[in-house]
C-alpha cells in the first residue's frame, strides 16, 4: 500500500466515522419515555417507562401527568389505563407532562395494537361528557409553554334522541396578541368526520335574533354575545361572526351519522410560535363551536383558558386583562384566576388563598365568578358546610376553602389527577384614584396547616396610549435671532414672535416618559448699528452753525421670518400631578427669511444738550436702503429646559421654556398647552 492510498483511506474512514456520529446524535432522544403493554383478548392495560425527574429546587414533589390517545378515537389521562378494542390494528400515543420538573416533557413513540378478538368490547373510561361537560369539552394535556407541543382534544356528544349530522368550529390566534401563539401541525379524526372549506362551512339557515340574546358594546366597538346559559346558543351566525372577530385563525369540520348517547373525539397537536408572548401571567384562549344538529342553529359554545408557562407547575395566578387601554379603564375591571393542586399523601380539608392586590383596585368590589371545589360562599356565622370564606383587607384578599375535600396525587386510589385541583376566579373594579403603573400580584397557598407555596407573580401593564397636545406660545429673544445671513451674525435683533406647536408623547404617564414636537413659528424684531463718521459743523435750518456735532451712519435692519422646529425626541417627567419638567434637543429649519435694510446719517449735539439728536437740518435727509431675503436654510441644533404647572399629565397647563440655539439665539416661550 502506498502513501496515498493509506491517506486516502485514513480520510475515509474518518468522514465514516464523523457521518455515524452525527446520525446517532440527530436520531437520539435527550429524554424518552417508551410505552409497554399486556393484551388479553382485546384487553390492553398500558403503562409507560418514564425518565427521572429534575425535581425544581424549593417546588412540591416533582410528578407525571398523563394523556393516552388509544388509535381508535378514546383517550385516558389515567398513568396505567386499562382499554378494550374492537377487532382491527390501532396506534396507541401517550404524551407525558413533566410537573414541577425544570427539563423538557420525555418524547415518546406511537406503540402498535393488534387486537383480532370478534367480542364484543366492554364499555370503556366513562368521561362524564354529558353530566359535567354538557355535552362538549375541549381538554389539553398540558399549559403551553413556549417552543413545545400541546395535544388539545375537542370531545362532542349526542344528547338528542335521534341520529344527528353537525358540525365543530374550533377557533385559535387571539387577534389581540401581536404575534400568533400557535401552529396546528396535525389533526386525527376517527369518525369520518371531514374538513370543510372555510368559506362553505359558515353557511347557516336564515333565523332571527331570538329574545333571550343580548348584545352589548365593548371598547374595540365590537360586540359581546351574552345570554342566561353559558354554553348554548341560538343564533350560529351572531356566534361564528363574534369568534371570527376575536380568531385569526379557525378549523371546521363536518360529521354524520352520530347515534344517540354517542360520543366522539377530534385530536389536535398544537406547536407554540417562537414569537409566542412570553408574559407568564396571560392568558391564551382557543374557543370551539359544537352544531349539534345541523338543520338547527342551536349550538354550544366551548372555551379553553390556558396560562403561559415556564415550566409545569399547577399552583400558578393569572390575569385576563394583561393590557389595558388606560382611556377606558373607568369602563373596565380586572379578572384574575388562581390554580392550585394538592400533592400531598392524603385529602386537603382546608385551603387558603391570601393574594396581595395592586392598591388601584378596590377590594371591596370583589366579585367570585367561579370556583372549584364548587361551594357556596360563607356565611358570617360559623358553619360545618363546605363554603368558601372571603375575607377583604387593605392590600389583600384572602379566600378559604372550609370543610372541603380535595384528594392529594400521592393519596392512594387517585388516578385521576384533575380531580386534585382548584381554582378561584374573581374580578375587581379600579379604585377612584390611581396611576398608570404596572399592576403585579401573587399569591401564597396553604394546603391545610403546611407550609405556603407561593406562585409566580401576575403582572398586568397598561397600554402605552397615544397623547396629542396643543401649545401655543409668546417668543421672546433675549440674544440674537438672526441664524440666516452671514453679513449680520454680529447683529442683535429684539425679535417677538408666536409659536403653534404639536405634541405627541405616551397618554397619560405616571413619572418619566418621551415626547417628541413639531413647531411653525413667527418673528419679527430690529436691528440697529451706528458706524461714526466723525466731527463736523452742522448748518441748522435758522441760519446758526453747530460746531463739533458728532455725526454717525446709521444702519437699521427690519427682520421677519418663518421657521420649522422640531424636537424628535426630549425627556419629561411628571414631578407630581400639577408640576413637570423637560429638556430635549430641537432642529431648526427657517422656511422663510427676509430683512429691510435703510441707511442714513444722524448728528447729535455736543454742547450743554450733549447727546441730543439734530433733527431739523439745514439740508435734506438722504436715506439709502436695501433687501435681502433667502428661502429654507439649516440651522443646526438647540436645546431647552421648561417646567410647567397645571394638568401636568392631562389637561391644560402653562409653561416657560428656555430655549438656547448654536448661533447664539437664545430665547424665552412662555406658553400655554392641552394635551388630549
Partial sequence: MNLKSFILGLFLLNLFCITAQNEVVKDTLTRTATIKYDKNGNEVSFKVETPPLNQIAGAPKAFYTYLWEFGDGDYSKQEEPKHYYKKGNYDARVEVTNNYDDGKPPKTRP?????????????????????????????????????????????????????????????YNEKSFKNKNFELI???????????DKEESFAVNDKNITNNTVFTASSENNFTLMAADTTKRENL?????????????????????????????VFTTFETTPEMIKDTSAVVTIR?????????????????????????DPNKMAVYNRLINYRLVRFQKMKYKIKFQNNGEGPANTIKLVTETPKMLDNTSLEVLDMYPKCPICPKNEVKYSCLDTIIAKDSLIFTFKNIYLPGTAQKNVSDKDSTKGFVKYRLKFAKDFHKITQRSKTAIYFDKNPP?????????????????????????????????????????????????????????????????????????????????????????????????YTYEQHKFEQKKISLNIVPISYRYNINVVFAAGIGLQTKFTLSSAIEG???????????????????????????????SKNLEWYNFGTFIDITA?????????????????????????????KF
Avoid at 456 to 479: E, H, L, M, P
Fill in 111 to 171: 406503540s402498535h395494537i393488534a387486537s383480532n378478538e370478534e367480542l364484543n368490547p366492554i364499555n370503556n373510561e366513562d368521561h362524564k361528557l354529558f353530566v359535567s361537560y354538557n355535552g362538549a369539552r375541549l381538554l389539553t394535556n398540558r399549559d403551553p409553554i413556549p417552543n413545545q407541543k400541546m395535544d388539545l382534544i375537542f370531545s362532542y356528544g349526542n344528547d338528542k334522541d335521534y341520529v344527528t349530522n353537525g358540525k365543530l368550529y374550533l377557533f
Fill in 646 to 674: 397645571g394638568a401636568s399629565r392631562i389637561g391644560p397647563s402653562a409653561g416657560i421654556r428656555y430655549n438656547l440655539g448654536t448661533k447664539k439665539e437664545q430665547y424665552m416661550q412662555f406658553y400655554a398647552i392641552w
Fill in 288 to 312: 370551539g363551536i359544537y352544531v349539534p344538529d345541523e338543520n338547527s342553529e342551536m349550538h354550544k359554545i366551548v372555551t379553553k383558558e390556558m396560562e403561559i408557562v415556564t415550566s409545569h
Fill in 186 to 196: 396535525d389533526t386525527r379524526t376517527y369518525f369520518n368526520e371531514e374538513e370543510q
Fill in 598 to 628: 435703510s441707511s442714513k446719517l444722524v448728528h447729535y449735539r455736543n454742547n450743554g444738550s450733549q447727546g441730543a439728536e439734530i433733527t431739523n437740518l439745514a439740508v435734506p435727509e438722504t436715506v439709502t436702503t436695501a433687501s435681502f
Fill in 453 to 549: 407555596i407561593i406562585t409566580n407573580t401576575s403582572i398586568a401593564r397598561f397600554k402605552t396610549g397615544i397623547s396629542i397636545g396643543a401649545r401655543a406660545s409668546y417668543d421672546y429673544y433675549t440674544q440674537g435671532g438672526n441664524e440666516t445671513f452671514e453679513d449680520f451674525e454680529e447683529l442683535s435683533f429684539d425679535n417677538k414672535g408666536y409659536t403653534l406647536t404639536a405634541t405627541i408623547s405616551p397618554y397619560k404617564a405616571y413619572k418619566k416618559y418621551l415626547q417628541a414636537e413639531l413647531s411653525l413659528s413667527t418673528s419679527q424684531g430690529t436691528g440697529i448699528v451706528e458706524n461714526e463718521v466723525g466731527l463736523q459743523d452742522i448748518q441748522l435750518d435758522n441760519g446758526l452753525i453747530a460746531l463739533d456735532t
Fill in 237 to 265: 351566525l351572531l356566534s361564528i361572526e363574534d369568534a371570527k372577530s376575536t380568531y385569526s385563525d379557525f378549523k371546521v369540520w363536518k360529521f354524520k351519522n352520530m347515534q344517540p348517547g354517542e360520543q366522539r373525539n
